[in-house]
């Protein structure tokens, strides 16, 4: 068609604008002359039953059109073919015209029409581009398009008056759309909520859908209708379709005759005859058989499809994966949530099933077919467990179902298909004798601590592989204690309440060790919301009588794979108290003695749910006026020595991020999370404030805080901080002074050097910081110079010139420079002590003093009393070591200074090898190491990657006897770099690498080596004894190299299966082992690493440029085979071959495995061997990200069409393609069905 024709010109051509321009022509006529409505009346459809609602919808058109939102769509788009741009702007004019109630087909052609009328804009916009010609073709298209809507129109009108005036109960698909919109609410719906997400039925229908009879099996048949249509709609389906609600009526349909329609019955009979010339679809639901030839499956949509319609229909995320979970992707559950009205229909359930069995169900919620649910399902009900199943299993496959079925890798879990709709319909008498019953099995079953539960995730998959498995499942479990909520919440049972409040008391009471908490924390959210006083008055008793709680916060996982961190289901469940009004003052109370104690964490914190609780802007919890918050505050002042910093990073002005809401309990009565004014935020702000000021308590760092917002609040605040910061610095001593005065320095710079940003303080206040600072004076006059050895950006100068001036850097270097010799030069005049600077400065995570000192002090004099204040002040000596290699730069003998100094200053070992360092770095004559002992030697290489023009081979020599691989590869890398080494030189330089020290690895450790081999793979890999050397040194390298940058260990043992014979021969057992010999650690950390190395050998025998030779993988393979026979293992071949095929290449026809490799199987393919190639094949692909199925169904089409084509030459080969292809179709039918009862 044209249209898409011009939208992939318009793209290719860079066109956007174009087409930006003519909606916006087209806009202009919209707004000025209602143009608009006469494309509405050229469709053939007047506009008349819309006249009322005209102007609204042609602003909300309007909308869609402006250049706003086109250039947004344009630039998602512009990427995307021709086409993309279309369906998108016509599905949000469709949304539009839906939300008016236009019908589906009426809409189509009006959102064709204004898509026409804006490409018939192009001419008007460009006419050099689209002339007469274009326009009248255009216009052409345009015609014919609208013609056959006409038609389409002029059929359906026709044939309503027709069953209309025999008074046919025949609905349009249009009209059932409309009628869907209607009865539902919050949020409405239509046909497109129904979209399919099973590729195999999209195609099926496509294929059959002109056909006479088509049969569709579904879960549902009211859902398989809508979809089936939505499906047809999206598939282009020109043809009226029609619903008939009546036998009656479908019997007159056949006497009418007519033709080229689509007909549903959606009614129940015994027969139902096709009309002739028509197709007829015909929806069964699983427990009705079709007979039928060719029935169509129609899968259960996943839960991501309908989580996903949902928000597409204007439902909340949250909101949306809460209702398909608590409906189990069940339509008619779900249906029942948004109907807008009353549902009537009675599920056949509740007549069908005896009660006691109604209420078992009920009662326990959901349940697996281990033996302790077996057990309390025949309690309850006073049946045997298969009876009951039997029964039940009757309503499991209704379009309202009572129980939902999930049945996974052989483990069935069994759930009421909506807990809310069962409760709804039944309850169960508190004085009943199964209600009684039930809290006494309850009681048994939650308070039976199975270790299971307490296993880390790792632990946990080892125990289940050694056969341990719960008595009760958690299913079960959560289960029962989800019917306590429905019981005295969901039903506002209040006289149940007690009940469970005594309950749950009993179920806490037996907590007595951190390892029965770890337990009950997989439950505790849900006991939170069953009894919220009963969890309470036991967190509450914890700190009086404490029983383990607090293990579970003290000693905390940083394993996020594999860990458990059970203390975020406490908090959680804390949450759920703090936004129901009751509760929230005493769960606050006791988040507060948590907080105090200050454990730190891993993952979910307090701090976290302090910054929502205390929130100025924004409203998460029960707390939730101005003076609430202020209150909480001030308790949290109070007892929580950690509440100044929780709200002073509440504040705004802390820019703390805050995600989510608080967790919330699923039935019971709590505040939702709401915006507040700006007075309420202002108020709360000052008083969040006021509490700050008066909580200072002569602390530097909170005083920092107040100053690093100083600008950022009103002037009588400032004041106050002013005032109040300058009483307590008075009774500071001189280093919480000092803390204070640096960070003004800080801010000053900061503000002054960015003076051009829109966050910059001005002069004004930036003068009263100054005023600040000259207030702040030292007993002791060190001090003040403290900050002189600073980074530049924390206030060397005050006056620096800003970012945005040229040759910034060298004048604040001046500047700097200027200021530094100026007050060395005071600080020596006055004689002020260097030792207790050199204490000063100690103290700083980084400090410049020795450097400066070398370059400042005095000149290029070595000043031993400088070095010596310098070593004492710090253990690890980082000053004293700066001040001798600044002065060492300038070419000073301070080995001979330092070492002189032995007497007065005793120099440890590190610090002597460090020595020897500075000296190698800056000599132009041989080091001095070069005469130190072996031991120094060994130190002195051990870290160091020394590098000198003057002595390249010296160092090299050196590093290679006594330095470690990661320090000479190196040293090695760059020697390479410089000197330009040829193939021969640097194989001799790496011959004795493999017996160096490994020392520690860095993170550019594998890329040197990577680097350094790869010109000797490319030059020395066809040279046999060289290419051996080469292997050598990437087999003793493996685990720092990938497979692919193995080349020559590739090549050797391609050609040769001598060295993957020997890895077989260590890593499995044999006739002739020394059973105790393979016991020794030695020989099973060799092992060990051998099979490391042969996990990571993935290759084909013989492969050479994506080709591989018969001739020479029959002698690979018949050698193999005589090297496993004298090793006693020639059992292991078809193991050990059939691992490697799988990475043969492909024939030249595109088949795999290559034709030699097929030939191999077929003369040699035994079970073992054609057992492990499946297998390989099966774990080559590694880790997938799940789809529905629908990558695994692509795999098995793909293992399919390669079997057959290798079915008649090489049949074991097929064999394998054959059963792999059927392992996928197996699980992409399991991966379908995970996809579809929410476990992704």
């Given amino acids: 068609m044209i249209i898409e024709t011009a939208l992939v010109e318009l793209a290719k051509a860079g066109g956007t604008e174009l087409f930006l321009s003519s909606s916006e022509s087209l806009l202009k006529k919209v707004k000025t002359a209602k143009d608009i409505k006469q494309l509405f009346i050229n469709t053939g459809e007047f506009f008349v039953d819309y006249e009322n609602d005209a102007d609204q919808l042609f602003d909300d058109m309007a909308n869609v059109l402006s250049k706003e939102n086109m250039t947004k769509l344009a630039n998602e788009l512009k990427d995307e073919p021709g086409y993309k741009l279309k369906d998108r702007l016509l599905n949000s004019l469709m949304v539009i015209m839906k939300e008016y109630e236009i019908p589906h087909g009426m809409a189509l052609s009006y959102a064709n029409a204004i898509l026409f009328a804006i490409m018939g804009q192009l001419p008007v916009v460009a006419p050099d581009k689209y002339d007469r010609a274009y326009q009248a073709e255009w216009k052409a298209e345009q015609e014919e398009s609208f013609k056959e809507l006409a038609e389409k129109f002029e059929r359906l009108r026709n044939e309503l008056q027709i069953y209309q005036s025999r008074h046919l109960e025949i609905l349009s698909a249009d009209a059932i759309d409309l009628d869907i ?158 109907f807008n009205g009353a549902y009537l229909k009675e599920p056949r359930w509740l007549n069908g099933l005896h009660r006691n069995i109604k209420e078992t169900a009920l009662l326990i919620g959901q349940w697996t077919d281990c033996d302790g649910d077996k057990a309390v399902i025949e309690s309850l009900s006073g049946i045997k467990y298969q009876d009951f199943i039997s029964e039940i299993k009757e309503y499991a496959r209704d379009e309202d179902p009572f129980i939902h079925i999930v049945d996974i890798n052989s483990t069935k879990e069994y759930y009421l298909a909506s807990a809310e709709n069962a409760w709804d319909y039944i309850d169960v008498d508190n004085d009943s004798e199964i209600w009684n019953k039930f809290k006494d099995v309850l009681l048994e079953v939650i308070n039976e601590a199975e270790k299971l539960f307490t296993y880390s995730s790792q632990e946990k998959l080892v125990a289940q592989f050694k056969g341990e498995k719960f008595f009760w499942s958690a299913v079960i479990r959560k289960g029962m204690l989800r019917s306590l909520i429905m019981k005295a919440y969901y039903k506002k049972d209040n006289n149940c309440q007690v009940q469970l409040d005594s309950l749950v008391s009993k179920i806490l009471g037996y907590i007595q060790t951190s390892e029965q908490w770890h337990y009950i924390s997989n439950f505790f959210v849900d006991l939170c919301e069953v009894s919220p006083n009963s969890v309470l008055n036991k967190l509450e008793e914890e700190q009086i009588n404490p029983t383990g709680l607090m293990e579970l916060f003290e000693n905390q996982s940083s394993d996020f794979l594999f860990g458990r961190n059970d203390y975020i289901e406490i908090l959680w469940g804390v949450e759920e108290f703090l936004v129901q009004r009751e509760y929230a003052s005493r769960a606050y109370s006791w988040l507060l003695y948590l907080d105090n104690l200050s454990f730190e964490y891993k993952s979910n914190s307090p701090k976290d749910i302090f910054g929502k609780l205390l929130c100025p802007w924004h409203n998460f919890s029960a707390f939730s006026k101005s003076n609430d918050k202020i209150e909480i505050a001030a308790k949290a002042l109070a007892k929580d020595k950690n509440a100044w910093d929780h709200i002073f990073g509440a504040l705004p002005t802390g820019h703390a991020s805050i995600f989510g809401d608080l967790h919330a309990p699923k039935y019971r009565n709590h505040v939702e999370e709401d915006t507040i004014t700006r007075k309420e935020m202002y108020d709360t702000n000052l008083g969040y404030i006021d509490l700050l000021l008066k909580a200072t308590d002569f602390k530097p760092q909170r005083w920092n805080d107040l100053l690093n917002i100083y600008d950022e609040v009103e002037p009588d605040i400032r004041k106050k901080i002013k005032e109040k910061l300058l009483f307590e610095i008075a009774q500071m001593d001189d280093g919480e002074r000092l803390i204070i005065k640096n960070n003004i320095r800080r801010l000053v710079y900061k503000h002054r050097y960015f003076a051009s940003a829109e966050w910059a303080m001005g002069e004004d206040l930036i003068g009263e910081m100054l005023d600040i600072l000259d207030s702040i004076n030292f007993t002791q006059q060190e001090y003040d110079f403290e900050y002189l050895f600073r980074p530049s950006y924390d206030g060397i100068i005050l006056d620096p010139v800003p970012y945005d ?65 310098l070593y004492k002040c710090q253990s690890k000596h980082e000053m004293a070591i700066e001040y001798i290699e600044g002065l060492a730069r300038r070419g000073v003998d301070v080995y001979t200074n330092v070492n002189e100094l032995s007497e007065c200053v005793e120099l440890d070992d590190d610090f002597r090898i460090i020595l020897f360092r500075i000296e190698a770095l800056y000599t132009d004559k041989k080091p001095l190491v070069d005469n130190a002992s072996v031991e120094i030697k060994r130190a002195f290489w051990k870290d160091f990657r020394w590098f000198s023009s003057n002595n390249m081979d010296w160092a090299v020599a050196e590093c290679q006897q006594y330095g470690t691989v990661n320090t000479y590869l190196d040293l090695l890398y760059r020697f390479h770099e410089n000197r330009n080494l040829t193939p021969e030189q640097l194989l001799e330089k790496m011959q004795r690498i493999d017996v160096m020290e490994r020392g520690s690895n860095n993170s550019m450790t594998d890329h040197y080596l990577k680097e350094l081999l790869k010109p000797l793979q490319e030059q020395c890999i066809e040279d046999r004894d060289k290419c051996a050397k080469i292997a050598h040194i990437e087999i003793a390298f493996f685990y720092l190299l990938d497979w692919e940058d193995m080349k020559c260990f590739q090549k050797e043992i391609k050609h040769d299966p001598e060295m993957y014979a020997e890895m077989v021969s260590v890593i499995f057992r044999h006739d002739g082992d020394d059973p105790e010999e393979r016991k020794t650690e030695e020989f099973r950390n060799y092992a060990k690493v051998i099979h490391r190395l042969f996990d990571m050998a993935k290759f084909c025998p013989c492969e050479e440029n994506g080709t591989v030779s018969y001739d020479e993988i029959r002698v690979w393979v018949d050698k193999l085979i005589r090297i496993l026979d004298s090793n006693h293992q020639k059992e292991m071949f078809g193991y050990v071959l059939g691992r490697l095929f799988v990475y043969a290449p492909k024939a030249a026809d595109g088949h795999y495995p290559c034709e030699a490799v097929c030939q191999i199987i077929e003369e040699y393919g035994d079970e073992s061997l054609l057992s492990e190639y499946r297998c ?65």
């Fill in 181 to 338: 919109r209607r009865q539902t609410t919050d949020p409405k719906i239509g046909f497109d909520f129904f979209n399919v997400d099973d590729d195999t039925f999209k195609e099926a229908l496509e294929s059959k859908k002109n056909d006479e009879v088509i049969a569709i099996k579904a879960r549902c048949k009211e859902e398989a209708i809508y979809c089936t249509i939505n499906e047809l709609w999206m598939q282009g389906e020109n043809r009226p379709i029609f619903i008939v609600k009546n036998e009656e009526d479908w019997k007159s349909l056949l006497q009418i005759k007519d033709a080229g329609n689509i007909y549903i019955p959606w009614f129940y009979s015994d027969q139902i005859v096709a009309i002739p010339n028509n197709t007829n679809i015909f929806v069964f639901t699983e427990r009705v058989p079709s007979f039928i030839k060719g029935e169509i499956n129609l899968r259960p949509r996943t839960y991501s499809t309908i989580s996903a319609s949902l928000q597409r229909a204007g439902m909340g995320i949250n909101e949306a994966n809460k209702l398909v979970s608590e409906t189990h992707g069940l339509f008619i559950p779900l249906k029942k949530k948004l």
């Fill in 805 to 869: 001036v040229d040759d910034k850097r060298d004048i604040n270097e001046s500047k700097t420079k200027d200021l530094l010799v100026k007050k060395l030069n005071e600080f020596k005049e006055n004689n002020y002590s260097l030792e207790l600077l050199s204490k000063l400065c100690a103290q700083e995570k980084s400090s410049y003093l020795g450097r400066v000192l070398s370059d400042y002090w005095a000149d290029d004099f070595f000043d031993k009393n400088v070095f010596a204040s």
């Fill in 1176 to 1240: 390989e094949l099966f774990n080559k692909r590694g880790i997938f990200s799940p789809s529905a199925g629908r990558a695994e169904k692509d795999i098995a089409e793909d293992y399919k069409d390669n079997a057959d084509f290798l079915s008649i030459k090489y049949p074991k080969t097929a064999d394998v393609f054959f059963k792999m292809s059927q392992r996928y179709v197996y699980d992409s039918d399991l991966e379908r069905r995970r996809a579809e009862n929410g476990y992704f």
